[in-house]
C-alpha cells in the first residue's frame, strides 16, 4: 500500500471557510445531541426519584465498564417528530462493554412518556437486534416501558418491519445461539412483557419491575378485583411462582451487578479470523476533513482527501485507479482491522457503478 499523498493547502481561504462552516455544523449537531440527552421534564425527573429508580443514562454508566467507550446508535432518531419530544424514539441504544466483552444494550426511557413504544422506537429495536445478529453480539434489553404508545398502535403493529418483528428477531437470535438478558427494571406491559419472556436469563428488581400482559386497571375492569402492580407480576411473583424470572435484584444498582455477573460467566466470544494488525494513527489529522469538504454540496472535491485522514498510516492500495474515476475504491486498514471503502468523486457514470460491482 502506498501513502496518500495530499494536496490540501491548510493555509488557503476556502480551507479555513469550509472548516468553520463544518465546525459550526457539528457545534449545531452536538446542541442537538445535548438536548437528546436531557431535555427530560421537572414531573419525569421527579416522579423517578419518588420511584427509586435511576435514569436511563446512569443505568448505563454502573452497567458498562469504566473508561471504555459506548458506541450510541440513533441517538436523534424521532427528532422533529411526535411531539418533538420523544428524544432517540424513546430508547437509548448502542454497542458498549461489560466485563471486557463488546454486548449491544437497548434501555427505554422511562422518563420520555413512561417509556413507551413509538413507531420510530420498534425501528430503531429491529435496527439493534439486526446488528447483534449480523455481529453475533449478546444483546441485552433494560425494559421500562408501558407498552405500546396507543395512540400511534395502529402504526406499530402491521408492517413487517414493525411490533411483531422484535419478537420474531428474538426467536431468531434464540436460535443462533446469541445470548440475551433481560433486566427488568420497570413496567413491561402488554407487548413488552414478552421480551423478558423470550430472554435467556432475567433480573427482575423488587418493587419496581412487573410483568404482565394487562395491568391492574384492565384487571380491575375484566374482573373487578383491585390488585396492585407488584402483586401482579412483580419480582415475588415471577421469581417464585412463575418462574419467568431468574434472578431477584433489591434495587437497580443490584440489577445491573447482577447483569454484569451473567456476562462474566458467558462463554468466550469467537476469535475473529480477520487479519487484525498493529493500528497506527494516519499521517494527517483527521479533524483537518472539515476545511475538505467543502460548503456547498455543488463543489466537488477529491474523496482520497478524506480517506488519508481515515485510514492507518494513511495508506490506501486502489482499485482501478485509472477506470470508472468519479468513484474511488480499495484496500486499507483502520484501527487495525481491514477495510474496503467505495467513496464518491464526483457523478456516478456506468463505469463507475460497474467497477463498484467488480470491488
Not at 181 to 206: F, Q
Request: hydrophobic share 40%; with cysteine; glycine share 10%.
Amino acid at each position: 500500500m502506498e501513502i496518500i499523498e495530499t494536496k490540501i493547502d491548510t493555509s488557503s481561504q476556502e480551507y479555513r471557510e469550509n472548516y468553520q462552516a463544518m465546525d459550526d455544523m457539528v457545534a449545531d449537531l452536538r446542541k442537538e445531541l445535548e438536548i437528546a440527552q436531557n431535555d427530560r421534564s421537572e414531573k419525569a425527573r421527579t416522579r423517578l426519584a419518588q420511584q427509586n429508580k435511576l435514569s436511563v443514562r446512569k443505568r448505563l454508566e454502573l452497567l458498562f465498564d469504566k473508561n471504555t467507550p459506548f458506541m450510541e446508535i440513533a441517538p436523534l432518531a424521532a427528532r422533529g417528530m411526535y411531539d418533538k419530544k420523544v428524544h432517540g424514539a424513546g430508547v437509548v441504544a448502542g454497542i458498549g462493554v461489560v466485563e471486557g466483552r463488546e454486548v449491544i444494550v437497548h434501555a427505554n426511557d422511562s422518563m420520555i412518556k413512561g417509556g413507551t413504544i413509538y413507531p420510530m422506537g420498534v425501528k430503531k429495536g429491529i435496527r439493534i437486534q439486526t446488528i447483534s445478529m449480523e455481529n453475533r453480539l449478546p444483546i441485552i434489553y433494560l425494559v421500562d416501558s408501558g407498552g405500546a404508545y396507543l395512540p400511534l398502535q395502529s402504526e406499530i403493529f402491521p408492517d413487517v418491519d414493525d411490533g411483531g418483528r422484535i419478537f420474531y428477531n428474538q426467536a431468531l437470535i434464540s436460535k443462533m445461539g446469541i445470548p440475551q438478558i433481560c433486566g427488568v427494571m420497570g413496567l413491561c406491559t402488554a407487548g413488552a412483557a414478552y421480551i423478558p419472556a423470550m430472554s435467556d436469563e432475567v433480573v427482575h428488581v423488587k418493587g419496581t419491575g412487573a410483568i404482565f400482559l394487562g395491568g391492574p386497571p384492565l384487571v380491575l375492569a375484566a374482573t373487578g378485583e383491585e390488585v396492585t402492580a407488584d402483586e401482579l407480576g412483580g419480582a415475588n411473583v415471577h421469581c417464585r411462582e412463575s418462574g419467568v424470572s431468574d434472578y431477584f435484584a433489591e434495587d437497580d444498582a443490584h440489577c445491573l451487578d447482577i447483569i454484569r455477573q451473567i456476562v462474566k460467566n458467558l462463554p468466550p466470544p469467537h476469535k475473529s479470523d480477520i487479519g487484525i494488525r498493529e493500528p497506527k494513527p494516519p499521517v494527517y489529522d483527521p479533524k483537518e476533513i472539515y476545511g475538505i469538504i467543502p460548503r456547498s454540496l455543488n463543489i466537488t472535491y477529491d474523496v482520497r482527501e478524506v480517506i488519508a485522514r481515515m485510514v492507518d498510516g494513511s495508506e490506501f492500495l486502489e482499485f482501478k485507479e485509472n477506470y470508472g474515476p468519479t468513484l474511488v475504491c480499495g484496500w486499507a486498514f483502520i484501527h487495525g482491522y481491514p477495510v474496503g471503502i467505495l467513496g464518491n468523486n464526483g457523478v456516478l457514470f456506468s463505469e463507475s457503478s460497474l467497477k463498484a460491482t467488480q470491488f
